[in-house]
């Protein structure tokens, strides 16, 4: 269900932090795609606004990983960096949204949501709806597949956040759909 | 799955829409951007777009559509400084790490030069882009990156501080036509001419907020409202 990395990644991430220029290139290929979802959910998908934090949040990962200090939390670190990046850049739409027309783009709308109706599509409208730490708790619980205590540490907030931002998120999605005319199907966590 | 508690949604059903929503794995194609900011002060917008498809050029292939200053012979004062030379070779090859092509300094043209002594180059890329360099008296030297100029992105918009000493500048290439470009900085609305299909403005901290192009024929183009 969730994404994951390659196991040798920290040796990697240990090479790249050294010095070693190939392993760090060959790190950020390996990371490349985790971080680019990552932003892109945080932001907003349908957006040039979400490309283009993808692609700072790659660049402050290039520039950040000689100054890695734990290799072994490689994936944790570049996650916090997407993260700050994303939530920076979500914010910022946020409030110009506010002053004008949300900066969708036709063009990658047709391609994230092709083919996409009713529910699955209610559904991803709602989650742009949320706001952003809700989201970047979801995306780093559900789609990065960190812990909770992970996601706290990334986040910087407590286990009793990243618990209540998520329930939060979910609840307000269940809102939001009844709101479009869906009944929003639930099942007991540990049947999950 | 079961309708049981309808008060939260399920975390399998948001787990999929976040998988199926997540898109391609590498960031869909923008232009490139390229800030210099050594005091942290100085901000950067490029502002650059696809192609412009339009007149043919005589004298062959002309990697600056649109700017008319850079399309001449390669002479003596193209050579591109030192200073700039190594830049590139650094920036570029994180261009190409990023699926952008890599700059080529043979295309460079020089374009123009501000009383100041900041001297404006444009370089071409492998990937059909457009590149901003500026090298100022004192050696320092930037790079703003993109796609070619077109008629809904006449202009681009950098902006740079070297060092507390020296006040901000913005500036940008603006395409033919093109005749000032006018905005509020720092609430104060200004307007810069255009020469040499280049537009700049020294004096005033802050973004640039509702910029305006206006155009040889009269007319005006409103590129970033409100921001």
Known sequence: MTVTVRPDIVDLARRASAGETAAADELLRELEPLVVRTVRLVVGSGSWAAEDAAQDALLDIDRGIASLRDPRAVKEW???????????????????????????????????????????????????????????????????????????GVLGCSLGTVKSNLHDARKRLAGELRERGFEPTTLPKEAT | MTTQNASAISLDELANTLKSYAGPAHPRRLPVRHRRRPWRIAWAAAALVLAFVGAAYAAGFNPFPGIAAANHPATSTDTLPASLTAHIAEFSSGMERYGHGRLLPDTARFITQLPSGMRFYTIATSAGGLCLATVRSSGGSGLECGGSLSKSRPITIASERPNRATPPVSYGLAMDGVTAVSFKAHGHQTTVPVKDNVWAYEGQNGALRSVTVHWRNGSMQTLIDGR
């Open chain 1, 78 to 152: 570049a996650l916090r960096v997407a993260t700050r990046r994303a939530l920076k850049v979500s914010r910022r739409e946020r409030l110009l949204s506010l002053r004008r027309a949300p900066g969708l783009d036709p063009e990658l709308l047709a391609e994230s949501s092709e083919a996409e109706t009713g529910r699955s599509a209610a559904m991803k409208a709602a989650f742009d709806l949320l706001p952003p730490r809700l989201r970047a708790t979801a995306v780093l619980r559900l789609y990065a597949g960190l812990s909770e205590d992970e996601t706290a």
